[in-house]
């Protein structure tokens, strides 16, 4: 049985709209898509479902509006086992929107229109403050208004929860943010953004290093297929991807972000996380769509025996 652990995501939810198609649009171009489908996504909520099919107590904080959107997306959050009591419905606000595009190798394009997240502000954020206690894990993007990210980061920092961040989408981060985070996870366009102004070492574990100020104790960047690499004070170390075959990456970043939490959470050392959630997001990328395709935690260690016993054999 899972150890579990409690995570708070304070972030956006979306609507996805996705065509899949051939191949990405060039500026200006016009694509035949192949078919469409909408779903519940958004950084901040796939994530809470990634940590919830984890085994995670997990809490979502964010704003909808009070149309069918919000509807489905609250549905979709309940279903996955995520609380909602904190949502906070927007009345003559649209929920958030993704306009995302899948090409036949998985790759995508997305178009965020923040609608009900950008209403995410101290009030709502606040909120937080009744679930906090050491040992909770708080979980945040870029999603909703940066004043909002500080303050929570801020308060869980003190109230002596582990802070986890994902920068995306990237922007530069403000020192009194840096300062309050434990565990930083971008992907390497997100690490270019944020490293490659500071440092003269181009290196990928120049880079991330260059990251590791304030509290950060740990930078945690995705490659996709290049696998994950870890750099601590301490060392730096390097986690294979998984050979699998790429359907769809839209949610893959927020499966491992969301499954790395959930075992941070149920204190696993950062080396079992990682490789937890490495397994998790190429799970998910053998399948379509955000929250519905994320897989939950019997299913992971599945993968990850039945790959162990190939190796081995």
């Known amino acids: 049985m899972l150890d579990s652990g409690s ?17 990405l649009p060039s500026p200006g171009e016009t694509v035949l898509a192949d078919h469409f489908r909408h779903g519940p996504g958004g950084k901040g909520a796939n994530q809470a479902v990634a940590a919830s099919c984890s085994g995670a107590e997990t809490t979502f904080i964010g704003a909808v509006g009070d149309d069918t959107y919000g509807d489905e997306i609250l549905g979709s959050l309940r279903a996955a086992r995520v609380q909602v009591e904190q949502v906070t419905r927007i009345r003559g606000v649209q929920t958030g929107v993704a306009l ?13 229109v923040p609608g009900a997240n950008e209403a995410v502000d101290r009030q709502i954020a606040e909120k937080v403050l009744t679930l906090l206690s050491p040992g909770v894990v708080v979980l945040l993007q870029l999603e909703i208004p940066i004043e909002t990210v500080i303050l929570v980061a801020d308060l869980a920092h003190t109230a002596g929860a582990t802070v986890v961040l994902n920068p995306a989408p990237a922007r530069r ?10 565990i930083l996870v971008p992907n390497e366009v997100e690490l270019l953004s944020l490293a490659a102004p500071i440092t003269v070492d181009r290196s990928l574990g120049g880079l991330a290093r260059a990251l590791l100020t304030g509290a950060t104790r740990a930078v945690v960047v995705t490659l996709g297929k290049g696998g994950v690499l870890v750099v601590t004070r301490e060392d730096e170390k390097r986690f294979a991807a998984f050979p699998v075959k790429v359907v769809d990456t839209t949610g893959a970043g927020d499966t491992f972000v969301g499954a790395l939490a959930s075992r941070i959470a149920a204190r696993d050392g950062l080396g079992d996380a990682v490789r937890y959630a490495n ?14 395709s994320i897989p939950k935690a019997d299913d992971v260690y599945r993968f990850m025996e039945a790959v162990q016993r190939q190796a081995a054999s």
């Open 100 to 112: 995302i595009t899948v090409d036949a190798a998985g790759r995508n394009l997305i178009t965020v």
């Open 279 to 292: 397994a998790a997001a190429a799970l998910k990328v053998q399948a379509k769509g955000a929250q519905e």
């Open 7 to 23: 995570v708070i995501v304070v972030g956006s939810a979306n609507m996805d709209l996705v065509a899949y198609g051939p191949k």
């Open 173 to 182: 981060l403000p020192s009194e943010l840096v300062s309050c985070v434990d």
